[in-house]
């Protein structure tokens, strides 16, 4: 073998070192589950703090997904929706629940579940005996939402008509309604069953006046998460589905 040629080998074992220890740097900083940042709001029953612990049908649920994955229990942050909605849309390695999909955001973020079906309505105090056939009929009415979340999206192109009230979170609501200073709340129709009860108010004195829209509920990621870990993360999520603890939680939430 000539010089040049002993050269030019040393050369391309050299390169395939050097390629190696790339691809090894890679792996050993490749985004994992534990380098995520979890966020969520209080939506009760599916995201709530009780007595200092995050609990709810989503939470129960990612942990049951964690441990498929044999992932150890991670922080989870409880914020407004719209600060963690700004979040989830401009920081690498974070991820939202639980939100909706709608074709505006379809294309923002990777996508995993669903976690379930609910339905986003119109309520109001049946003393009002406020009737709405279409949403053009909110016309002169006040509407409670919550900022950035899929009921203010939805009802965003009656703000001409309408005075559409978005706030933070969701118990400003509830006290403007109760005391006559709102007409009505969007909200999902279950939750607002539950959350009023837990209240100390009866379900029984509101009415659902207009179905806005029925529709599944996913764990939204940043839209540069690797597809890799996606796609880990939907496979677990849907062996935690046939198990019976899943069962077991919608019963303990929603019943």
Same mark, same amino acid.
């Given at each position: 073998?000539?010089?040049?040629?002993?050269?030019?080998?040393?050369?391309?074992?050299?390169?395939?070192?050097?390629?190696?220890?790339?691809?090894?740097?890679?792996?050993?900083?490749?985004?994992?589950?534990?380098?995520?940042?979890?966020?969520?709001?209080?939506?009760?029953?599916?995201?709530?703090?009780?007595?200092?612990?995050?609990?709810?049908?989503?939470?129960?649920?990612?942990?049951?997904?964690?441990?498929?994955?044999?992932?150890?229990?991670?922080?989870?942050?409880?914020?407004?929706?719209?600060?963690?909605?700004?979040?989830?849309?401009?920081?690498?390695?974070?991820?939202?629940?639980?939100?909706?999909?709608?074709?505006?955001?379809?294309?923002?973020?990777?996508?995993?579940?669903?976690?379930?079906?609910?339905?986003?309505?119109?309520?109001?105090?049946?003393?009002?005996?406020?009737?709405?056939?279409?949403?053009?009929?909110?016309?002169?009415?006040?509407?409670?939402?919550?900022?950035? %979340?899929?009921?203010?999206? $939805? @009802?965003? *192109? !009656?703000? #001409?008509?309408?005075?559409?009230?978005?706030?933070?979170?969701?118990?400003?609501?509830?006290?403007?309604?109760?005391?006559?200073?709102?007409?009505?709340?969007?909200?999902?129709?279950?939750?607002?069953?539950?959350?009023?009860?837990?209240?100390?108010?009866?379900?029984?004195?509101?009415?659902?006046?207009?179905?806005?829209?029925?529709?599944?509920?996913?764990?939204?990621?940043?839209?540069?998460?690797?597809?890799?870990?996606?796609?880990?993360?939907?496979?677990?999520?849907?062996?935690?589905?046939?198990? %019976?603890?899943?069962?077991? $939680? @919608?019963? *303990? !939430?929603? #019943?």
């Amino acid at each position: 073998m000539s010089i040049a040629q002993h050269n030019k080998h040393l050369t391309l074992i050299a390169l395939m070192l050097c390629l190696l220890w790339v691809c090894s740097a890679v792996t050993a900083h490749a985004l994992s589950f534990e380098d995520l940042t979890y966020m969520t709001e209080e939506y009760y029953p599916y995201n709530y703090t009780e007595r200092g612990e995050i609990k709810g049908i989503s939470v129960d649920l990612l942990r049951m997904t964690w441990k498929e994955l044999g992932v150890a229990p991670q922080p989870i942050d409880v914020l407004p929706w719209a600060r963690a909605y700004e979040h989830v849309q401009n920081d690498p390695a974070t991820i939202l629940f639980s939100m909706a999909k709608t074709e505006g955001r379809e294309d923002m973020f990777k996508w995993a579940g669903p976690i379930r079906v609910v339905r986003f309505v119109l309520v109001a105090k049946k003393s009002k005996q406020i009737t709405l056939a279409t949403l053009d009929d909110l016309a002169g009415y006040s509407v409670g939402t919550l900022r950035d %979340d899929i009921t203010d999206i $939805l @009802l965003e *192109k !009656y703000k #001409k008509i309408a005075k559409i009230d978005a706030v933070a979170e969701m118990k400003q609501n509830i006290s403007k309604l109760m005391d006559d200073r709102l007409d009505i709340v969007a909200y999902e129709e279950r939750s607002w069953h539950k959350i009023i009860a837990k209240k100390g108010l009866s379900p029984d004195d509101f009415e659902t006046i207009f179905i806005l829209k029925e529709t599944p509920v996913f764990f939204a990621f940043h839209i540069q998460t690797p597809p890799a870990l996606i796609t880990q993360f939907q496979k677990a999520l849907e062996c935690s589905k046939t198990r %019976d603890a899943y069962q077991q $939680l @919608l019963d *303990k !939430y929603l #019943k």
